[in-house]
Nanobody
Framework: QVQLLESGGGLVQAGGSLRLSCAAS????????MAWYRQAPGKEREFVAV???????TNYRDSVKGRFTIARNNANTMYLQMNNLKPEDMATYYC?????????WGQGTQVTVSS
């Protein structure tokens, strides 16, 4: 099992920045990728960004390219640096870890962007 704990959400004005963190614990040696998803009220959960845990390769949804950066440290923590936030970025952000056979989800952290 892998446990995930997100932090860093909050209220920010449009154009501002936030950094989300996701700390992984448990059987982290099997993780092969971690990702951020988000879900706005009344909408489906959508992919935001992913990072390969060993190679460090990344991928982003088009609407956040150039504004968001996904990264990880060597202590099993993943980050999402979000710059130039827009009202359409407002959502609950979820961390996901995959080990090749199962996905694990965090509890989510709320990001509110005021216009």
């Amino acid at each position: 099992q892998v446990q995930l704990l997100e932090s860093g959400g909050g209220l920010v004005q449009a154009g501002g920045s936030l950094r989300l963190s996701c700390a992984a614990s448990g059987r982290t040696f099997n993780i092969d990728n971690m990702a951020w998803y988000r879900q706005a009220p009344g909408k489906e959960r959508e992919f935001v960004a992913v990072i390969a845990w060993r190679g460090g390769g990344t991928n982003y949804r088009d609407s956040v390219k150039g504004r968001f950066t996904i990264a990880r440290n060597n202590a099993n923590t993943m980050y999402l640096q979000m710059n130039n936030l827009k009202p359409e970025d407002m959502a609950t952000y979820y961390c996901k870890a995959g080990d090749g056979s199962q996905d694990y989800w965090g509890q989510g952290t709320q990001v509110t962007v005021s216009s």
